[in-house]
Protein backbone atom coordinates (compact mmCIF):
# COMPACT_ATOMS: atom_id res chain seq x y z
CA UNK A 1 0.00 0.00 0.00
CA UNK A 2 3.18 2.49 1.10
CA UNK A 3 6.42 3.08 -0.74
CA UNK A 4 9.15 4.83 0.05
CA UNK A 5 11.91 4.36 -2.09
CA UNK A 6 15.38 6.34 -1.74
CA UNK A 7 13.61 9.16 0.29
CA UNK A 8 16.09 11.94 1.46
CA UNK A 9 15.70 15.20 3.40
CA UNK A 10 18.05 18.07 3.94
CA UNK A 11 17.40 21.15 6.16
CA UNK A 12 20.20 23.73 5.01
CA UNK A 13 23.26 21.57 5.36
CA UNK A 14 22.32 19.35 7.96
CA UNK A 15 20.93 15.40 6.15
CA UNK A 16 18.21 14.39 8.10
CA UNK A 17 16.76 11.45 5.98
CA UNK A 18 19.27 9.83 4.01
CA UNK A 19 17.88 7.49 1.63
CA UNK A 20 14.99 5.78 3.65
CA UNK A 21 12.94 2.91 1.74
CA UNK A 22 10.13 1.28 3.30
CA UNK A 23 7.22 -1.00 2.46
CA UNK A 24 4.09 -1.03 4.28
CA UNK A 25 1.24 -3.56 3.12
CA UNK A 26 -2.52 -3.52 3.96
CA UNK A 27 -2.87 -5.03 7.86
CA UNK A 28 0.73 -4.38 9.00
CA UNK A 29 2.35 -1.59 11.13
CA UNK A 30 5.91 -0.18 11.19
CA UNK A 31 7.28 1.51 13.73
CA UNK A 32 9.88 4.48 13.42
CA UNK A 33 12.40 4.30 15.83
CA UNK A 34 14.91 6.26 16.67
CA UNK A 35 16.99 9.24 19.59
CA UNK A 36 15.54 12.82 19.14
CA UNK A 37 15.93 14.36 16.10
CA UNK A 38 16.95 11.73 13.91
CA UNK A 39 14.20 12.37 11.27
CA UNK A 40 11.27 10.44 12.59
CA UNK A 41 8.36 13.50 12.57
CA UNK A 42 10.46 14.61 8.90
CA UNK A 43 9.64 10.61 7.61
CA UNK A 44 5.88 11.21 9.15
CA UNK A 45 5.40 14.40 7.17
CA UNK A 46 6.93 13.35 3.97
CA UNK A 47 4.71 10.80 4.13
CA UNK A 48 1.66 12.79 5.10
CA UNK A 49 2.54 15.37 2.22
CA UNK A 50 3.06 18.11 4.54
CA UNK A 51 6.65 18.15 3.65
CA UNK A 52 8.01 16.85 0.10
CA UNK A 53 11.67 14.90 0.70
CA UNK A 54 14.89 16.28 -1.72
CA UNK A 55 15.43 13.22 -3.81
CA UNK A 56 12.84 9.97 -3.66
CA UNK A 57 9.68 9.74 -3.18
CA UNK A 58 6.32 8.10 -1.51
CA UNK A 59 3.75 5.84 -3.05
CA UNK A 60 0.53 5.22 -2.04
CA UNK A 61 -0.91 2.45 -3.84
CA UNK A 62 1.07 3.27 -6.76
CA UNK A 63 0.44 6.73 -6.70
CA UNK A 64 2.57 9.68 -6.01
CA UNK A 65 1.44 11.35 -2.09
CA UNK A 66 0.11 14.40 -2.98
CA UNK A 67 -1.81 15.60 0.33
CA UNK A 68 -4.52 17.73 -2.25
CA UNK A 69 -5.76 14.81 -4.00
CA UNK A 70 -9.12 13.41 -2.27
CA UNK A 71 -8.03 10.07 -2.84
CA UNK A 72 -4.91 10.01 -0.57
CA UNK A 73 -7.10 12.68 1.98
CA UNK A 74 -10.09 9.96 2.21
CA UNK A 75 -7.03 7.14 3.09
CA UNK A 76 -4.63 8.71 5.27
CA UNK A 77 -5.86 9.55 8.86
CA UNK A 78 -3.07 10.66 11.10
CA UNK A 79 -1.93 12.42 14.32
CA UNK A 80 1.17 14.46 13.48
CA UNK A 81 2.27 17.65 15.41
CA UNK A 82 0.11 19.41 17.63
CA UNK A 83 -3.24 19.48 16.42
CA UNK A 84 -5.05 22.46 15.98
CA UNK A 85 -8.56 22.16 17.22
CA UNK A 86 -11.68 24.85 16.64
CA UNK A 87 -12.00 26.49 19.69
CA UNK A 88 -15.71 26.86 19.64
CA UNK A 89 -16.46 23.30 19.09
CA UNK A 90 -16.78 20.85 21.81
CA UNK A 91 -15.48 17.35 21.76
CA UNK A 92 -18.40 15.77 20.23
CA UNK A 93 -18.64 18.36 18.29
CA UNK A 94 -15.23 17.79 16.83
CA UNK A 95 -15.96 14.14 16.03
CA UNK A 96 -19.42 14.29 14.39
CA UNK A 97 -17.97 17.21 12.09
CA UNK A 98 -15.13 15.23 11.14
CA UNK A 99 -17.15 12.05 10.45
CA UNK A 100 -19.64 14.07 8.41
CA UNK A 101 -16.79 15.80 6.58
CA UNK A 102 -15.64 12.55 5.33
CA UNK A 103 -18.48 10.79 4.54
CA UNK A 104 -18.63 8.25 7.46
CA UNK A 105 -21.01 6.11 7.24
CA UNK A 106 -22.36 5.45 10.52
CA UNK A 107 -23.11 8.00 12.96
CA UNK A 108 -22.98 5.81 16.33
CA UNK A 109 -19.18 6.00 15.67
CA UNK A 110 -18.56 9.39 17.40
CA UNK A 111 -20.24 7.66 20.81
CA UNK A 112 -18.44 4.85 20.27
CA UNK A 113 -14.84 6.40 20.07
CA UNK A 114 -15.83 8.73 22.70
CA UNK A 115 -16.48 5.88 25.06
CA UNK A 116 -13.65 3.54 23.66
CA UNK A 117 -11.31 7.12 24.54
CA UNK A 118 -12.77 7.84 27.65
CA UNK A 119 -13.96 11.09 26.57
CA UNK A 120 -17.75 10.37 27.53
CA UNK A 121 -17.85 12.69 30.55
CA UNK A 122 -16.00 15.76 28.40
CA UNK A 123 -18.06 15.64 25.45
CA UNK A 124 -19.92 19.01 25.96
CA UNK A 125 -15.83 20.59 27.18
CA UNK A 126 -14.60 23.09 24.60
CA UNK A 127 -11.18 21.95 23.54
CA UNK A 128 -9.44 25.08 26.01
CA UNK A 129 -10.92 23.24 29.11
CA UNK A 130 -10.02 19.42 28.50
CA UNK A 131 -6.39 18.45 29.77
CA UNK A 132 -3.46 18.25 27.57
CA UNK A 133 -4.01 14.30 28.01
CA UNK A 134 -7.56 14.19 27.28
CA UNK A 135 -6.90 16.95 24.33
CA UNK A 136 -3.92 13.95 23.08
CA UNK A 137 -7.24 11.72 23.03
CA UNK A 138 -9.62 14.24 21.02
CA UNK A 139 -6.57 13.84 18.56
CA UNK A 140 -6.31 10.52 18.13
CA UNK A 141 -10.66 10.31 18.32
CA UNK A 142 -10.37 12.32 15.19
CA UNK A 143 -8.50 9.32 13.40
CA UNK A 144 -11.27 6.51 14.46
CA UNK A 145 -14.59 8.37 13.21
CA UNK A 146 -13.58 8.76 9.76
CA UNK A 147 -12.94 6.10 6.70
CA UNK A 148 -9.02 5.30 6.77
CA UNK A 149 -6.83 2.92 5.16
CA UNK A 150 -3.19 4.02 6.67
CA UNK A 151 -2.90 5.57 9.52
CA UNK A 152 0.07 8.22 10.45
CA UNK A 153 0.79 8.37 14.02
CA UNK A 154 4.01 10.45 15.38
CA UNK A 155 4.27 9.48 19.13
CA UNK A 156 0.96 8.46 19.70
CA UNK A 157 1.61 7.49 23.35
CA UNK A 158 2.31 10.84 24.22
CA UNK A 159 0.80 12.24 27.48
CA UNK A 160 -1.41 9.23 27.78
CA UNK A 161 -1.86 7.06 30.96
CA UNK A 162 -0.93 3.74 31.49
CA UNK A 163 -4.94 2.43 30.64
CA UNK A 164 -4.50 4.89 27.40
CA UNK A 165 -1.50 3.36 26.18
CA UNK A 166 -3.15 -0.39 26.54
CA UNK A 167 -6.36 0.83 24.69
CA UNK A 168 -4.05 2.53 22.06
CA UNK A 169 -2.25 -0.99 21.54
CA UNK A 170 -5.06 -2.69 21.55
CA UNK A 171 -6.81 -0.45 19.06
CA UNK A 172 -3.67 -0.28 16.88
CA UNK A 173 -4.09 -3.81 16.87
CA UNK A 174 -7.70 -3.93 15.94
CA UNK A 175 -6.67 -1.11 12.64
CA UNK A 176 -4.58 -3.86 11.54
CA UNK A 177 -6.86 -7.18 11.97
CA UNK A 178 -9.91 -4.17 9.87
CA UNK A 179 -6.59 -4.37 7.13
CA UNK A 180 -5.41 -0.75 8.01
CA UNK A 181 -2.09 0.28 7.75
CA UNK A 182 -0.38 1.79 10.72
CA UNK A 183 3.15 3.49 10.50
CA UNK A 184 3.77 5.19 13.86
CA UNK A 185 7.14 7.49 15.47
CA UNK A 186 7.28 6.49 18.89
CA UNK A 187 9.37 6.04 21.88
CA UNK A 188 7.45 3.24 23.68
CA UNK A 189 9.29 -0.08 23.18
CA UNK A 190 6.26 -1.77 24.68
CA UNK A 191 3.78 -0.21 22.57
CA UNK A 192 6.32 -1.02 19.70
CA UNK A 193 6.37 -4.55 20.68
CA UNK A 194 2.77 -4.77 20.96
CA UNK A 195 1.94 -3.41 17.47
CA UNK A 196 5.02 -3.49 15.15
CA UNK A 197 5.69 -5.83 12.35
CA UNK A 198 8.73 -3.73 11.50
CA UNK A 199 10.49 -1.17 12.86
CA UNK A 200 12.62 1.19 10.84
CA UNK A 201 15.88 2.50 13.10
CA UNK A 202 16.37 5.71 12.22
CA UNK A 203 19.92 7.90 13.35
CA UNK A 204 21.90 4.76 13.41
N1 LIG B 1 11.62 22.89 9.21
C1 LIG B 1 12.84 22.59 9.66
N2 LIG B 1 13.87 23.42 9.46
C2 LIG B 1 15.12 23.10 9.89
N3 LIG B 1 15.43 21.98 10.54
C3 LIG B 1 14.43 21.10 10.76
C4 LIG B 1 13.09 21.36 10.35
N4 LIG B 1 12.31 20.30 10.72
C5 LIG B 1 13.14 19.45 11.35
N5 LIG B 1 14.39 19.93 11.38
C6 LIG B 1 15.56 19.24 11.97
O1 LIG B 1 15.58 17.92 11.48
C7 LIG B 1 16.03 17.03 12.50
C8 LIG B 1 15.03 15.92 12.68
O2 LIG B 1 13.85 16.45 13.29
P1 LIG B 1 12.58 15.53 13.55
O3 LIG B 1 11.57 16.38 14.22
O4 LIG B 1 12.20 14.85 12.30
O5 LIG B 1 13.18 14.46 14.58
P2 LIG B 1 12.46 13.35 15.45
O6 LIG B 1 13.20 12.07 15.23
O7 LIG B 1 11.01 13.33 15.16
O8 LIG B 1 12.74 13.87 16.92
P3 LIG B 1 11.93 13.68 18.31
O9 LIG B 1 12.19 12.26 18.77
O10 LIG B 1 12.59 14.69 19.19
O11 LIG B 1 10.49 13.97 18.06
C9 LIG B 1 16.29 17.89 13.75
O12 LIG B 1 17.67 18.17 13.79
C10 LIG B 1 15.48 19.14 13.47
O13 LIG B 1 16.08 20.26 14.09
Not at 42 to 68: F, H, K, N, Q
Not at 70 to 84: F, K, N, T, Y
Amino acid sequence: MLEIRGLSRWFGGHRVLSTVDLDLAAGAATAVVGPNGSGKTTLLRCVAGLDRPDEGEVRLDGLVIDETDPRVRSAVAGVLDDVDFFPDLSVVEHLELLAYAHGAPDPATAGEVLDALGLRAARDQLPATLSSGQRRRLALASCFVRPRRLLLLDEPEQRLDTAGRAWLADRLRAEKAAGHAVLLASHDPVLVAAVADDTLALGE
